[in-house]
């Protein structure tokens, strides 16, 4: 029991989506009534001047009779995406870093340069 006399809320069932800087939780929690319903929890990680590190948390608060609506929904707008953009990630284009990434890979050479012919019989 916590300290104004109610049981702490525990996760019934949970899973964590890592994705880069964020992490997304899922949580099926019990209502006071004992029935269940899912947070979504989106966790972002910052990095302040100083090297430590501070979060930024979103929830959303899911309940069973918003589930069919909520999926119908979100299944349309991902399929959405997919058809006007396809699979291919391009988003990270637009953030700060993703220019010195693109320039280290160039600069380690993942394309290949140029071919040099070698005779086995030179070896």
């Known amino acids: 029991m916590s300290d104004n006399g109610t049981m702490p809320k525990e996760e019934i069932f949970s899973k964590v989506l890592r994705a880069g800087r964020r992490t997304y939780f899922f949580d099926v929690r019990a209502t006071k009534a004992n029935d269940y319903y899912l947070t979504i929890t989106e966790s972002k990680k910052f990095t302040n001047e100083d090297g430590s590190f501070h979060y930024k948390k979103h929830k959303i608060y899911l309940y069973k009779e918003d589930f069919a609506g909520f999926e119908e929904i979100l299944k349309e707008m991902t399929q959405y995406i ?40 030179d070896i």
């Open 82 to 121: 997919i058809d006007e953009k396809g699979e291919e990630v391009i988003s990270e284009r637009h953030q700060k870093d993703f220019k010195k990434e693109y320039e280290n890979e160039i600069e380690n050479n993942v394309a290949p340069k140029q071919f040099t012919d070698v005779s086995f019989d």
